[in-house]
Structure formats: C-alpha cells, structure tokens
C-alpha cells in the first residue's frame, strides 16, 4: 500500500476503491463505484441541480477523496482479516455512498451568494445528510437505506455523540465507525496537512462570525497560529483517543499484514505532527510560515 496516489484526481481514487471493492466481492455490481463517484464529482463540480461547486477551501473534492480511498483500505483490510461480524455487500456499498457525500453539506444552494460554504461548517453534517436524502431518493433507493447512510455521515461530527445516532444494525454501526475512522486519518496523513492548516483556520473563522452559541469547534481557536499550536494536541488527546475507543480501533486494519504489520496512515500522521512541532517551536518560523499563506 502506499499513500501516494493523486488524490486531486477523482478517476485514480475510484480505481483504486473499485479494486478493494471487487476483492471483496468478485461478484459485485462493476458499476456501484464508478456511479457513486460520478455522483459525488457531480455534486461538488456545480454539476448537481440546485447547487453550486464547492467553495470551501479545506473541505473541498480532494479531502472527500482522501477520506474515501483510506475507508476503502480500511474496510478492505477488515474484510481480510475475517472478524467475527463481517460487513455484508450492500453495507459497504452505503458506506462508500456515505464517504462520498459526508461533507456535501459545504456546498452552497444556487442562488446563496453570501460567503463561501465554510459558514456551514457547524450544521454541515446535517446538511449533508439532507443531501444525500435527496440524491438518493431521487435515485430510487429505499428508506431504510437512505436511513443508514445518514447515520453513517453523522459519525463524521468532531463532536458526534455515537451512542445516540440511531443505527439499525451492528454492521451499520460498525461501518459508520469505519467511516469517522477513515475521514480524520485520510486528511491528516496527507502530505499537504500542515500546510493546509491555515485554510482550515480561515474555514472556523468564516463559520464562527455566523454561528451562534459560541460553544462549539470553530470558537476554539483565535488565530490560526492558535490552531497550529493546539493540532498536536489535538491529534494526541482527542483524535488518538477516539480512534482507539469511540471507533473501535478500525484503523488497525490499515495495518499490513494484518495485525503486526506497519500503518502507514498512522505513520505518516505522527511524522506530520513533528514537523508541525517542530515548525512551532520556533516562533519566527511559524511567522513566515503564516506570512506564507497570509495568517499572520
């Protein structure tokens, strides 16, 4: 596995999630992945009726896509490792819907032009869920079905409450797991993570001048050299914790081979993070660094 692969590129990552999907189920339906992903180019293209193409900086098309090829690995590598609650096919072809459209509550209704949809980012799970309610009863799937992958998105909240998203089964529950598992390690072991921690700053600071209480994420930072001072703790303290307990620990089946062998998600975080650390160790470092991308 190597966590090189273009994920600027829609058609690399559907490859490459296509192929975990197939060994899986050799006997799947060959176009599930590439409609799914043509629905989520779509939708963040401005190719969806009703909306426009993303704005949002951070949350845009390739963070989805980083989060979709690492929920592929990861379920991929679960599938092998033959727990004893195995994912059946349709699971896991809702999970790959719910990756796909778990940050299109950014996108902006036609017509909205005040801001960029960064000013959701506080309703944006919600919001999401809202449309992929439309999309996929526009494309003929059930309610049950619809059901599931709402409750999937919802654990993609950095405040999702899990024990109370109504799950309708051990293997919906699980594979939303692996979906919260999936969206924090795919952002956070890109390459570009700590350069992109600027625009995530600018991404709270749009939302927290039009969200009211100010008792959430995007309240907690004042700057964003704050927010680059408080990510290694956060990576230690929150994103560590809930990989290992809320989620389960899915993310152990990104180790290969499975159980002992290297993750190299977890690896290339936890190099991310020392450079950051040692980025803001130095304070004028950090203000060029800003400088850079105009945070100071």
């Not at 590439?34 to 845009?60: L, M």
């Not at 940050?103 to 809202?130: M, P, W």
């Not at 594979?175 to 992109?196: F, H, P, R, S, V």
Request: proline residues 5%; glycine residues 6%.
């Amino acid at each position: 596995m190597t966590l090189n692969l273009p994920t600027k590129d829609p058609a690399a990552v559907a490859e490459e999630v296509q192929a975990a999907y197939l060994a899986m189920f050799p006997d799947g339906d060959k176009n599930f992945i590439p409609k799914a992903f043509q629905w989520a180019v779509d939708a963040f293209t401005g190719r969806n009726p009703g909306y426009q193409a993303v704005d949002a900086r951070y949350h845009d098309l390739e963070h989805t896509l980083q989060g979709a090829l690492c929920m592929a690995r990861i379920l991929r590598g679960r599938f092998f490792a033959k727990p004893s609650l195995m994912l059946t096919q349709r699971i896991t072809e809702l999970g790959f819907l719910s990756i796909l459209l778990h940050d299109t509550g950014y996108l902006k209704k036609a017509g909205d032009d005040e801001g960029t949809g960064a000013k959701y980012t506080v309703v944006h799970v919600g919001r999401s869920a809202d449309f992929a309610a439309e999309l996929l009863t526009q494309n003929n799937f059930d309610a049950r079905e619809i059901a599931s992958v709402q409750s999937m998105i919802c654990c993609t909240g950095v405040d999702a409450l899990l024990k109370v998203i109504p799950f309708q089964s051990d293997v919906e529950r699980i594979t939303g797991l692996c979906l919260g598992a999936a969206d924090l390690l795919g952002q956070m072991a890109a390459d570009d993570y700590i350069e992109k921690l600027p625009i995530l700053y600018s991404e709270f600071s749009e939302a927290s001048r039009l969200t009211l209480p100010k008792n959430n994420v995007v309240s907690m930072f004042s700057s964003a050299r704050d927010l680059l001072n408080k990510t290694p703790d956060f990576w230690e303290r929150y994103v560590k914790p809930k990989l290992d307990r809320e989620f389960g620990g899915q993310h152990r089946y990104l180790n290969d081979p499975f159980p002992a062998g290297p993750n190299l998600y977890m690896e290339k975080i936890e190099a991310n993070i020392r450079k950051l650390r040692i980025l803001i160790a130095s304070e004028s470092d950090t203000t060029q660094f800003l400088k850079r991308y105009k945070y100071v």
